[in-house]
């Protein structure tokens, strides 16, 4: 075959390549939050919070202790006081067993960080809360979960210049589930970051 009719097959499948190679980058940023979409979730906070952070994680401690809802399935979470304030569920990505952020979701945190300093947001405190499925040793994940929010956090406050003061951390490892239903389901690995003061 000559080499000008090898160029012409080849073209469309080289064309057809660096298009899907473009476009991923764009599929993923309509997938993360906009600092927009991050603000308007956040805001709207009518009264500061009584939720305490040391008390939450007492909360959870004290389930794992008891040996309390030892079944994940349909298990409550520790407060639903969480789910009914200002929030966000984050998709960070961790190595595997680990708290460390993986670089791709850095992205993601730098929106956060840009929201928080919004004027709409610049008067607020916020808890990140770090939670793991339902598998392997429940206090594992508990301590897992913890180590994971603190890394968000260090992350806004090192990386991008978030006042530390206006940033907590908790993890509630499998005790405080996005999805009951499915307790061993990626999606329960979700961070959330809620407006609390």
């Given at each position: 075959m000559p080499p000008l009719d090898i160029a012409r097959r080849l073209l469309p499948l080289t064309v057809g390549m660096w298009m899907a190679v473009l476009a991923a980058p764009l599929a993923?940023?309509?997938?993360?939050?906009?600092?927009?979409?991050?603000?308007?979730?956040?805001?709207?906070?009518?009264?500061?919070?009584?939720?305490?952070?040391?008390?939450?994680r007492q909360q959870?401690?004290?389930?794992?202790?008891?040996?309390?809802?030892?079944?994940?399935?349909k298990r409550r979470p520790?407060?639903?006081q969480l789910n009914k304030l200002p929030h966000l569920n984050l998709d960070i990505q961790f190595n595997p067993d680990t708290p460390v952020i993986r670089p791709e979701s850095y992205r993601e945190i730098g929106r956060i960080a840009d929201a928080l300093?919004?004027?709409?947001?610049?008067?607020?405190?916020?808890?990140?809360?770090?939670?793991?499925?339902s598998t392997g040793r429940r206090d594992n994940n508990l301590a897992l979960s913890q180590r994971r929010a603190e890394a968000i956090r260090d992350a806004l406050v090192i990386?991008?210049?978030?006042?530390?003061?206006?940033?907590?951390?908790?993890?509630?490892?499998?005790?405080?589930?996005?999805?009951?239903?499915?307790?061993?389901?990626?999606?329960n690995q979700q961070s959330t970051i809620v407006t609390i003061r």
């Open positions: 993923w940023s309509q997938d993360a939050p906009t600092t927009e979409a991050v603000v308007s979730a956040l805001a709207g906070l009518e009264a500061p919070s009584d939720l305490e952070v040391p008390a939450l959870a401690t004290d389930r794992l202790k008891s040996k309390a809802d030892a079944v994940a399935l520790v407060s639903a300093t919004n004027p709409a947001l610049m008067s607020s405190t916020f808890l990140i809360v770090g939670r793991t499925e990386t991008f210049r978030v006042s530390s003061k206006r940033l907590l951390a908790v993890g509630l490892g499998e005790e405080q589930l996005l999805d009951a239903d499915r307790p061993k389901s990626a999606v």
